[in-house]
Every structure is written in structure tokens, then in C-alpha cells.
């Protein structure tokens, strides 16, 4: 039985840890201010000699002004903290310069900041930052993450090799590539106000580097971003579950909690082959089931389950347009009104993983896919779950603290799941005793538990379960810092372009945020220094 119809969705791979990454704008998809250019009568359409002020930079793929803007590459130091090693790596960025007043010494730069992915072109052509640059003048520029895409450092990603990333270390790129920007035909973009974004551990680095470097960045805009890195983060299925009952009540949890049951009770309880054979045809699973499987690989099984609406709620409507998205409230609507809740979870998993491809799920197999040494596109998983192996945790635990998701204990997960994943794509050195240390330093230099700085835009969503990690109070007591709690939304939603489906919330957000944007340039120099 088909509940939902012909649903075109993103495909989730089942991994050890449902990274932060918003998602790029690739599918569609994440007011009354002097500032704003256009309001005080900057010219719509500036002279030709001021449009195009780096038309001369070296290396330059195509024209700025193209519809497709070319991907470019900045010699950046491997190593920022060894003033000894001279060795670079290539960093890629793109540039748009298309709304760009290079004759008005105040129009600001943008600088939107890669995460834990490859970078995509789109980031300068669509989506929020785009919007308010076009409104204020600015110049666009989107800067890729080290070790993630193209921006390659080193020759292979074993974990020797991988000491280079750091957060401490991307934090310096963004410094230097700010302090080193060719400033071509007299235009000097280091005497403007510079406005970082960035999305989920993005917005993290965008907020970090406004924190760091206050005399380079005027501003920053986070979206999303966790700032507190608990190593055992039970709150995002809590957050989840919550998420659930908003769309469709106290009924929706009940549903999704019967389904998940009669799941282990008529297929792994009974602990028959003939049984597990079937289910293993229904989800399409790449490795079939077995009665001798260990229980780290239920475990690795029942995980790869809860990813599929752990993707559901952190990325919900912002993704897609509303009619083809799999977002929470139709998740709800069918398996409250379905008669067979376990036929209708089924279906769901089967639309999430895409109906093409087998679902992995075994523990060996996400080993695997961690343990190759390959850098470049295909390497962000071995890069990002390294990071969280050193620094961040973030593990999505379950312990039985919520109940849509599975009540008997093979169906829960703890901090030893993920520590044995860590151990086995990294060495014997990468275990959580070292962990909770370096999560403790980061938490300590950083200002991550208590913010200390001004001049930062924070915007979650109460669907988001990374919100429960961000900044939310709004009475903070540094200058032009705002927190926007958006009802309605979640991960990344204020990157995103505007569309009339947005929530009435969103939309509001969005108008105060660019008042709020246009009080950080207005007092510029000012905010540059504090």
C-alpha cells in the first residue's frame, strides 16, 4: 500500500552519525533600515568600470557577472601554528560580484563559510545571503572548508595526515584568506566591513571567527550552529520526538512507537531466518539480515533506521518545494491514518533511502566507508566523523530517553557504539577518554558554553534538534547580538532562498535580521574593533 505517492526525496545513507551539514541549495534545496542600499538611492545598475573590480585576478575561470560562477583557488598554509612549515594547500572558493558597488567604500563583503562538505557555487547565487547582498551592495564570496571538496592538503586522509583539520586550523584560513584577497585595480576589501554566514558547524565557524578576529569581521550571521560540543547528545531524538508531536500531536508519537515495536516483535523476538529474509527484501537492505548477527550490528541496524527520520525532521520543508518534500506533518497524516503503522514505517524508509538502491546498514560496512584514505568529493564522511572522533562528540545517543524510536535494548545505542567506530576507522588513539579532554580545551578557548562576543545573528528553529547546542538567549549582554527563535522551522531554514511557502515566523525573521544586519554595517568602523 502506497500512502504517499510518487515523492522525489533526498537519499540519507545510514551512517555511524547524522551529520550537521545543511544541505545545499542544489535541490531548491537550505524594512526600515537607512543601510540597505537601494532604500538610500545607490544606484540599481552601477557603471561597467565599477562592476567588475577583479576582472583582471589571475587564474579567473569565466566573467563574474556569468550565470554560473567558476570555482577558483587560494594558496592557503597548511599548518598556521608551525611558523616553520611553508607547505600550502590549494583552497577553493567562488566569487559573485554581480550586486557588488565597488565605488561606495562601505558596501560590504560577504563571506559565506563552507562546512562539512563540498562547496557548492549556489551559496553566492541564491539563498539569504544572496537576497540581502543584492540589497546591500555587497560583494559574495564562499570559501570552502579545509580537506572537504577540492580543497585537498594532503595526499591521503590516513589519521596521521588528518592532524592538519581542525577547527583551530579553519578558523586561521578564514583569517588569512580575509588578510590576502587580491585587492585588485585599487579596491582595498580589507578597509570594508566583512560579514561571515555559515550554516550548522558553519555557522559555528562564522560566529568562532567573528569571536577570534573582531578586527577583520565586522559581523557574523549563524545559522544553526552548534556551540556546545556534548559528546553524548541524547537531546536531538528528544528534540525529534518533540518535533513529531508538534506536527501531529501526542497520536503521532504513539504511532511511530507501535510501529517500531511490532517492527522488533515480528521480525527479530521470534529470531527466524524466514522472517529476517523478508524484511530484508522489504527495506531493500544491502546485506541481508541473519539470526547470527552480533548485537553491535542490530544495533548498527536499528540506528540506520532512526537516521531516516532523524534526515525527516533536521531538514523537514527547507529542503524542497512542499510537494516534494517527505516532511514531518505528512509522515503524521499517514501513519495516524493508516491501519498498518508497521507497513506505513516501512514505506517511509523505503522513500527516504530511494527506491533504486539498497539501504546499507551493517556496522562493517560504515567501517568501511570511514576507512578510505581517498581525499576529495567523496571523503566529507571519513573528515567529518574524524572531527567529532577529536573535538566535537555530538553522538546521538539513544538510551531508551525516548520512545518513538524503540523501546527494547537492541534497539538503543550508546557513547560505546560510536567510540568503537572511531577506534576502528582511526587506530587505537582515537578513543573518547581523549575526547572528553579536547571537547573540554575547545569548550574553555572557544567561549562555546558562556558567548562572549557582539555583533553575532544567531537564528534556530524549535524543530531543529541542533537548536538545543546554540546560542538562544536573547539578552545577551554584547552589543548588536540577536537570537531568533523561529516556530515552525528547522535546520538552517534562514539560509535559504524565500519562497511564498514560507511560515509567516520565517518570514518575520528574515525582515528583522536584515535591520538587524544593516545596525552592524551602519556602525561600522565601530563594531570592526569590539
Request: hydrophobic share 35%; with cysteine.
Amino acid at each position: 500500500m502506497r500512502v504517499f505517492g510518487s515523492v522525489s526525496t533526498t537519499t540519507f545513507v545510514a551512517m555511524a552519525l547524522f551529520v550537521t551539514l545543511c544541505v545545499t541549495i542544489a535541490h531548491g534545496y537550505t524594512f526600515n533600515t537607512k543601510y540597505i542600499g537601494i532604500d538610500q538611492g545607490w544606484p540599481q545598475n552601477p557603471p561597467e568600470q565599477f562592476k567588475h573590480p577583479f576582472a583582471t585576478t589571475k587564474n579567473r575561470g569565466s566573467s563574474m557577472n556569468s550565470n554560473d560562477p567558476q570555482f577558483e583557488y587560494f594558496k592557503q598554509y597548511r599548518d598556521h601554528f608551525d611558523p616553520t612549515d611553508l607547505n600550502t594547500f590549494s583552497q577553493r572558493f567562488v566569487v559573485n560580484d554581480e550586486y557588488f558597488f565597488a565605488y561606495d567604500k562601505l558596501s560590504p563583503v560577504f563571506l559565506f563559510i563552507g562546512a562539512e562538505g563540498p562547496l557548492s557555487t549556489r551559496w553566492v547565487k541564491q539563498g539569504i545571503m544572496a537576497e540581502y547582498g543584492q540589497k546591500t551592495g555587497a560583494l559574495l564570496i564562499a570559501l570552502e572548508h579545509r580537506y572537504y571538496g577540492e580543497s585537498i592538503v594532503t595526499s591521503d586522509l590516513s589519521t596521521p595526515n588528518l592532524k592538519y583539520l581542525t577547527t583551530y586550523q579553519a578558523l586561521e584560513d578564514i583569517a588569512y584568506f580575509i588578510q590576502n584577497y587580491p585587492h585588485d585595480n585599487g579596491n582595498d576589501l580589507l578597509s570594508r566591513p566583512w560579514i561571515v554566514y555559515g550554516g550548522s558547524y558553519g555557522g559555528s565557524l562564522a560566529a568562532w571567527a567573528r569571536l577570534k578576529f573582531p578586527n577583520l569581521i565586522a559581523g557574523a550571521i549563524s545559522s544553526s550552529g552548534p556551540f556546545d560540543p556534548v559528546i553524548d547528545f541524547q537531546d536531538y531524538l528528544a528534540v525529534a520526538q518533540n518535533a513529531f508531536e508538534y506536527y501531529g500531536g501526542k497520536e503521532c508519537v504513539d504511532s511511530l512507537e507501535k510501529a517500531n515495536r511490532e517492527l522488533y516483535e515480528q521480525f527479530f523476538q521470534p529470531r527466524r531466518q524466514d522472517l529476517l529474509n523478508n524484511l530484508t527484501q522489504r527495506l531493500n537492505l544491502c546485506t541481508p539480515l541473519s539470526v547470527n548477527n552480533t548485537a553491535i550490528d542490530t544495533r548498527s541496524f536499528f540506528q540506520s533506521l532512526t537516521d531516516s527520520f532523524m534526515g525527516i525532521v533536521q531538514y523537514n520543508k527547507e529542503n524542497l518545494p512542499p510537494s516534494q518534500t517527505l516532511n514531518i506533518k505528512k509522515v503524521c497524516n499517514a501513519i495516524n491514518s493508516s491501519s498498518s503503522k508497521l507497513d506505513t514505517l516501512i514505506e517511509v524508509h523505503n522513500m527516504v533511502n530511494g527506491k533504486d538502491q539498497c539501504r546499507p546498514w551493517d556496522f562493517n560496512w560504515q567501517v568501511q566507508q570511514l576507512s578510505d584514505l581517498t581525499p576529495g568529493s567523496q571523503s566529507a564522511g571519513r573528515c567529518w566523523i574524524y572531527q567529532t572522533c577529536t573535538m566535537f562528540g555530538f553522538y546521538q545517543t539513544n538510551l531508551g530517553q525516548v520512545r518513538a524510536f524503540g523501546n527494547y535494548p537492541l534497539q538503543q545505542w550508546g557513547l560505546s557504539f560510536f567510540e568503537q567506530i572511531c577506534t576502528e576507522a582511526y587506530g587505537n588513539d582515537i578513543n573518547f577518554k581523549n575526547l572528553e579532554q579536547l571537547s573540554n580545551r575547545f569548550n574553555s578557548t572557544m567561549s562555546a558554553r558562556e558567548w562572549r562576543a557582539s555583533g553575532v545573528i544567531f537564528t534556530n528553529g524549535n524543530i531543529d534538534p541542533w537548536s538545543s547546542l546554540s546560542i538562544l538567549d536573547k539578552n545577551n549582554q554584547y552589543l548588536w547580538n540577536y537570537s531568533h527563535f523561529i516556530p515552525g522551522t528547522s535546520h538552517c531554514a534562514t539560509l535559504y532562498p524565500t519562497v511564498d511557502t514560507d511560515v509567516p515566523a520565517l518570514t518575520e525573521a528574515r525582515r528583522l535580521i536584515l535591520q538587524q544586519l544593516g545596525s552592524i554595517l551602519q556602525n561600522f568602523p565601530y563594531t570592526r574593533s569590539k
